[in-house]
């Protein structure tokens, strides 16, 4: 690997959106010499190949990851830390390996202590994603002017941890540095707790329907919208209520707070009280949009 930002080899482990996406960028730019994909799923590999997001595949970790500069591993959070286990030993020298994962600090935990002396781990998450997964849904546009946070430790080598932050950066990404603690709570609340309101939401509406009551043919536009991420895969985010069970948890009773706030406004009748809530939530809802 030159200080030109290029690798010879990467291995994409995992590629659906994020993994395809990121390795759509470093075909792109020019970024990669070659590109080997890892997965499970042999028609998906077989996709991304006639995609052209990767030049070979195998469902060997080590074979994949055999001589590589760059290893991302684009897996379920559930699975990251076992993923890098078992690729570890076959890591050469000098190879840097980071994650996409939702959740930072329980996959920095158990991963540091076994990365083979002279192999990088930098940790990361990529802000970005659709409700679609797989190597069709994979996009080079994904990742432009969205946020990408490294959580390193004081044990993350510098130069690796740079180099991480180029590539993200290659993608279009703005790119922050934060504790790994940190991320974990701040992800709970803008998007774990969200994905949480979607699924309850649309399993609230989908009782009232085995009820008799024909509610989701009446669905317009706003439940549409805000549910849209109950599409999200379910096995990514049952993983994630594993990986990041204290923060959610939290996050989840802080809005059950605001919820009962709500109902007794409702309930009282308290007009003034719902317009100044509303108002709250619109104010900071713009500031948003006009970011």
């Known amino acids: 690997m030159g200080t030109d930002l290029h690798f010879k080899k990467v291995t994409v482990i995992g590629v659906g959106l994020i993994g395809g996406s990121l390795a759509l960028v470093l075909r792109r730019k020019g970024l ?15 996709t991304a190949r006639r995609l052209g997001i990767i030049d070979s595949f195998t469902r060997d970790i080590a074979e994949g990851v055999k001589d590589s500069d760059l290893v991302l591993v684009a897996v379920p959070v559930l699975k990251i830390a076992g993923t890098i286990k078992e690729m570890a030993p076959h890591l050469k020298p000098g190879c840097i390996v980071t994650d996409a994962g939702s959740v930072k600090k329980a996959v920095v935990d158990e991963i540091e202590p076994i990365i083979p002396s002279g192999v990088h781990f930098v940790p990361g998450h990529p802000i970005a994603g659709t409700e679609h997964s797989g190597a069709e849904a994979a996009f080079p546009e994904l990742y432009i002017d969205r946020k990408c946070i490294l959580t390193p430790t004081s044990k993350t080598d510098k130069h690796a941890l740079e180099t991480v932050k180029k590539v993200w950066e290659a993608a279009g990404s703005k790119v922050m540095v ?20 979607a699924y309850t939401l649309v399993n609230t509406v989908a009782d009232m329907q085995e009820r008799g009551d024909d509610a989701l043919s009446y669905s317009a536009g706003g439940f549409k919208d ?14 994630i209520c594993a990986m990041n069970k204290e923060s959610i948890v939290s996050m989840i009773e802080g809005f059950q707070a605001r919820l ?10 308290d007009l003034t009280g719902l317009k100044d809530d509303f108002e709250r939530a619109k104010k900071v809802r713009d500031s948003l949009l006009e970011k």
């Open 178 to 197: 934060m504790d790994a603690a940190v991320h974990d709570r701040i992800l709970a609340a803008v998007s774990h707790l969200p994905h949480m309101i």
């Open 260 to 269: 009962e706030s709500l109902k007794k406004l409702i309930k009282d009748g």
């Open 32 to 46: 990669a010499g070659t590109i080997v994909g890892v997965g499970r799923g042999e028609n998906n590999l077989e």
């Open 226 to 239: 805000i549910t849209r991420i109950a599409s999200s895969s379910p096995e990514m985010w049952c993983d």
